[in-house]
């Protein structure tokens, strides 16, 4: 069994919880918006580089992107854009691992649409695995007095959330697989590199038109947005090197070890204490990783 795409998923969900700690931290100075767009902005030059040392390692020509690859793309890198967004406004009105926990109803909808979208594999022990591992994740965000604006809006806005990190995906794996890359590694980074680039270009246009003064803030704080975006593209590297190996719906539910890290994040950074709702929550997402990692494919 060909294992590799759980490393690169557990990588990529490590750089991810750093990434959006630190992207919490800038939504106070920048806005749900400028966070957003300091991922995409800082980040895509270090994905020209992963991109430049993998060519010049594989001495591997760049994959033809054609109309397939553009429409899947686009798809990805405008979902993911409203569902960064979504996310950081969520982690404005809830804690951080709880904001985690709301996004992670996203396999669900992954996995339906990868199997519709793409016909990739969905055995009834990996839609088990799923639902036991998203079951998990519902349980630590269920909390007492969760209505009203402290509960409702941020539970809407972090499912929406999952929902477009979901199409985001799938997107992101349709494009991978259209370029029908000889090496795995260059259509990954080919097609994060493009992603990026798609977005920076996309963000940059609209708070040039919208709020300019974003952009200057986003320079001055050009600092901890340098690792933001550093983070976020190793991150999305990983990530894409998964999606290119295995199904949007395997890696996506494996990549709910996130909370975990969240929950460390959580307490050492923001103080905030797990409690025995959420360490139940941990385990049936544990159990449900465990049991998609060594399903049949």
Request: charged fraction near 10%.
């Amino acid at each position: 069994m060909n294992l590799v795409w759980v490393v690169y998923t557990v990588l990529g969900a490590l750089g991810q919880t750093a990434r959006n700690a630190m992207q919490r931290e800038l939504t106070q100075s920048l806005g749900a918006v400028g966070a957003t767009h300091v991922r995409f902005l800082f980040g895509f030059p270090f994905a020209l580089l992963f991109l430049a040392a993998t060519t010049a390692i594989s001495h591997v020509p760049l994959p033809h992107a054609n109309a397939t690859f553009w429409t899947w793309i686009v798809a990805g890198a405008i979902t993911q854009i409203g569902g960064t967004a979504s996310m950081l406004l969520t982690m404005t009105a809830r804690s951080f691992v709880v904001t985690i926990a709301y996004l992670k109803t996203e396999p669900i909808f992954v996995a339906v649409l990868g199997f519709a979208l793409l016909h990739d594999p969905l055995t009834l022990v990996m839609a088990a695995a799923i639902l036991i591992a998203t079951s998990g994740v519902v349980l630590i965000s269920l909390r007492p007095g969760a209505g009203g604006e402290g509960g409702l809006r941020p539970a809407l806005l972090g499912l929406s959330s999952g929902g477009m990190f979901a199409i985001s995906a799938v997107g992101y794996r349709g494009a991978i697989l259209a370029l029908h890359a000889s090496n795995y590694v260059l259509g990954a980074s080919f097609a994060l590199s493009v992603g990026l680039v798609v977005q920076s270009a996309l963000l940059s246009l609209y708070l040039a038109v919208r709020s300019p003064g974003v952009l200057v803030a986003i320079v001055r704080l050009w600092r901890p947005s340098l690792f933001a975006g550093f983070m976020g593209a190793l991150a999305s590297e990983f990530w894409f090197l998964a999606f290119a190996l295995a199904s949007a719906a395997s890696v996506r539910t494996l990549g709910l070890v996130d909370v975990l890290f969240a929950q460390v994040t959580s307490h050492v950074i923001f103080k905030q204490r797990t409690t025995f709702r959420e360490a139940a929550g941990i385990v049936l997402l544990l159990a449900g990783a465990i049991l998609l990692v060594w399903a049949p494919k």
